[in-house]
């Protein structure tokens, strides 16, 4: 059978656009089907969001001929703290810093503006001949037969391809269509994303601050500047979101503290439902799913997109050793390979992820007791310490070739 390209991604988000890069280097011809217009700008500006980069994502990245388009504008997170309190009370004293002198490799990790990483990954599409970057449509109908994918797209086209790879997000058509159930909770809580200029300089610190109601990341931007995390049950979080810019850096400062001198609102504000969900199957007969259509779990621990690229670098492996051999790329039995690769892993995370917020997000006495005595416990042990830094770094685990840095 004659096909229109190799490989269908739906979904041109980050993971979408770099699995299409990986797939592309080791000779996939790609189609990228991306809801949106795939302009890049020239002089974007600031809109509030951006991206804690996992120094082993920082060299997939680099491998990848991305990084260098993006390492001015990378702010280097030499230190974290995290720690335990109530707004307006401060920290408590017994809590956890991680020194980046402690890991031989480098900085744990990099805040990259979404800016940025999104025009690098489009412009380096732009130049690459094995990727139709499909864009301002969507798919509206799948099907899998013997031996293919086909899919119908809302512009009116049919396109054939030896796999399909969902890449659309929590709600993921893709994976609904393929029948891919998932399971998870809601965690009624919403995180309020923002970024704010600050007069006191961060020092290359990421903060991670837990209230009863929920985590505070402060994540250190380019210049007096950073990225905020907030999170906040639902009610709280609607009644914050509906304030004027005064009044939401006033509901903040208690929070925040001013450690950091006067703040002031950069960018634009967000805010994200809060659950768990976990796709039952990352692999289906001549479907896949990377990032978010396979997982989402809570933000607290920022490894969001580092876990989509995981997918990502896993996945384009697995296909790249599967084509060298002669195997026909969309089956089950090698796309089981990818599943079983990833998902373990994954679940891993998510469930700890999960008991880290149910421990923090409350204030019965004695459990904020336990958990005050266990993070100075972190602290005082070094190994369990470098060991909690290096999953932070992304170094361990079973590492695809990209993430070592080394190409496919």
Not at 60 to 71: D, P, R, Y
Not at 324 to 332: A, N, P, T
Not at 340 to 351: D, I, P, S
């Amino acid at each position: 059978m004659n096909f229109d390209t190799d490989i269908l991604i739906a979904g041109g988000g980050l993971n979408g656009c770099a699995l299409a890069l990986a797939l592309a280097s080791v000779g996939q011809r790609v189609t990228l089907v991306d809801p949106q217009p795939a302009k890049t700008h020239k002089d974007p500006k600031f809109d509030g969001r951006a991206y804690a980069v996992a120094l082993a994502t920082q060299r997939m990245l680099k491998v990848m001929g991305l990084w260098e388009e993006v390492e001015d504008h990378a702010q280097p997170m030499l230190d974290i703290k995290v720690s335990d309190g109530r707004a307006g009370e401060g920290a408590s004293p017994l809590h956890v810093h991680f020194d980046h002198s402690e890991l031989a490799e480098g900085p744990m990790g990099y805040l990259v503006e979404d800016r940025f990483l999104r025009n690098a990954l489009l412009a380096q599409i732009a130049t690459d001949d094995l990727i139709t970057h499909a864009t301002e449509v969507s798919v509206i109908k799948q099907s899998i037969t013997l031996g293919h994918a086909s899919i119908s797209l809302s512009d009116g086209n049919t396109l054939t391809a030896r796999l399909l790879i969902g890449a659309d997000g929590r709600r993921s058509a893709v994976a609904t269509r393929a029948g891919i159930k998932r399971s998870g909770w809601d965690y009624k809580q919403t995180s309020l994303v923002c970024a704010i200029d600050h007069t006191l300089p961060h020092n290359a610190t990421a903060h991670q601050f837990f209230t009863p109601a929920g985590p505070l990341a402060i994540l250190p931007l380019k210049g007096n500047r950073s990225s905020i995390v907030w999170t906040e049950n639902n009610e709280r979080a609607a009644v914050i979101n509906a304030m004027n810019d005064a009044s939401y850096l006033d509901a903040l400062r208690p929070v925040f503290g001013d450690f950091l001198g006067d703040l002031s609102l950069s960018g634009q504000r967000f805010s994200y439902p809060l659950g768990l969900s976990i796709a039952q199957e990352f692999a289906h007969e001549r479907v896949a799913l990377v990032g978010d259509a396979a997982h989402g779990i809570h933000p607290l621990a920022g490894q969001g997109l580092n876990l989509g690229l995981r997918d990502v670098a896993a996945l384009a492996e697995v296909i790249a050793d599967a084509a060298r051999r002669g195997e026909d790329i969309g089956s089950l039995q090698v796309l089981r390979r990818y599943q079983t690769w990833r998902r373990g892993e994954t679940v891993q995370m998510a469930a700890a992820t999960d008991t880290i917020n149910r421990v923090f997000s409350n204030d019965n006495p004695l459990i904020r007791l336990g958990r005050d005595l266990g993070l100075g416990a972190v602290n005082a042990v070094p190994s369990v310490r470098r060991g909690f830094m290096r999953k932070a770094a992304g170094l361990s685990g079973n590492l695809p070739k990209l993430l070592q840095g080394r190409q496919i």
